[in-house]
């Protein structure tokens, strides 16, 4: 709570709180600030969200030359601290939002504040395999940025056939000398720029028409394989691999706004009119409303709508200041 006496202070009503500091968060942050509504971002449990575990990002526009994601999230945070916003290392966990002002507790302390944008992305989805889950850390993972360097010429698995299965592909064929994806189709999701690299690297395969049923492994060891079927034939084989890395999508981060804010079946927050939520005052932008297009540049679009609404939200009740 220290923390809290200097930056986000005991009594103090917040014009602005915003939960999640990715592309999204930090977008919003940097408008909120422009607009002197002094923000305070609660970071969570991943500062910077996504790009941080990604490498060259090269779509991102204004970088012909590619950016590393960290090194971006790292500009925007300076560009949102730079006009006034205040970060916290904060994990949020319940939120209160049926009067104001709102109430946010973390896992450090509770704010109160006039708005609420939710930014607080999503999360790498798994396949839900009780094996999956024992070798976590030991060979499974869902982040080859953070972990690929441990297959040094190693024989890799991937899971998945979008943009990041063939992105994490590639990435690991920096350190493994075999890596194979693992795709339950015969036709990859991902974009053809990323089809072909793939196709043309000769360190990767794809198994096509083959799904998980369980990773193989033993303890100390960690994995040593994969029992795989085969879609089409429902046959059964085993692999060899010393690594699985899963790709398979995302899941929205909204478990703190449980029952709190209107969501999709999936759980991704309802927006309309821009970013607002079912609850007025509270307005959502980046991955955790949009299942769609989830792209860094989609989230800070969102992200500079979100503070703009909050700005036009706290000028319409009266609340600027
Ligand atoms: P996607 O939803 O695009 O792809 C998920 C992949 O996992 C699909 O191929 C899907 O198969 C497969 N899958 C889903 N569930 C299972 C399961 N239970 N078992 C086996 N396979 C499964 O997610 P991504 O994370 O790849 O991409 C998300 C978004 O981010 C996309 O819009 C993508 O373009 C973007 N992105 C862009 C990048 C870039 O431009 N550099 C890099 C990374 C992501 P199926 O195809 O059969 O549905």
Redesign the pocket.
Same mark, same amino acid.
């Given at each position: 709570m220290e923390q809290n006496g200097q930056k986000g202070q005991k009594g103090r009503v917040e014009n602005v709180l915003i939960v999640g500091s990715g592309a999204a968060g930090l977008t919003a942050a940097i408008y909120a600030a422009r607009a002197n509504l002094e923000p305070l971002v609660l970071e969570g449990m991943q500062p910077g969200g996504q790009l941080t575990i990604t490498s060259d990002v090269?779509?991102y526009p204004g970088f012909p030359e590619g950016i590393q994601g960290p090194d971006l999230m790292d500009a925007m945070k300076k560009q949102a601290e730079r006009f006034g916003t205040r970060c916290l290392s904060e994990d949020v966990v319940e939120v209160g939002l049926d009067g104001s002002p709102f109430i946010v507790r973390s896992d450090r302390g509770e704010y109160a504040c006039k708005s609420l944008i939710i930014a607080t992305g999503a999360s790498a =989805?798994f *396949?839900g395999l009780p094996s999956e889950q024992r070798f976590m850390g030991k060979g499974v993972s869902a982040c080859a940025t953070c972990d690929g360097f441990f297959f040094k010429n190693q024989e890799v698995m991937i899971? /998945? /056939? /979008?943009?990041? #299965?063939c992105?994490e592909a590639l990435f690991l064929t920096n350190f493994a000398k075999r890596v194979r994806i693992i795709?339950? =189709?015969d036709e990859? =999701? #991902?974009?053809k720029i *990323?089809q072909e690299r793939v196709m043309k690297h000769p360190k990767v395969e794809v198994l096509w028409n083959a799904?998980v049923e369980e990773i193989l492994g033993e303890d100390p060891k960690g994995v040593t394989g994969v029992r795989l079927k085969n879609t089409q034939t429902g046959e059964t084989f085993e692999e060899d691999c010393d690594g699985v890395f899963v #790709?398979? /999508?995302?899941v929205p981060n909204t478990s703190a706004f449980q029952g709190k804010i209107e969501t999709d079946e999936k759980g991704y927050i309802l927006t309309r009119d821009g970013t607002c939520t079912n609850v007025a005052g509270v307005f959502a932008a980046g991955d955790v409303q949009d299942s769609k297009? =989830?792209?860094a540049v989609s989230a800070a679009g969102t992200g500079c709508m979100a503070a703009l609404d909050a700005f036009h939200f706290l000028e319409d009740t009266g609340e600027l200041g």
């Open positions: 090269e779509n =989805r *396949m899971v /998945g /056939g /979008g943009d990041t #299965a992105e795709h339950r =189709r990859l =999701r #991902a974009s *990323m799904v #790709a398979i /999508g995302h297009y =989830r792209q």
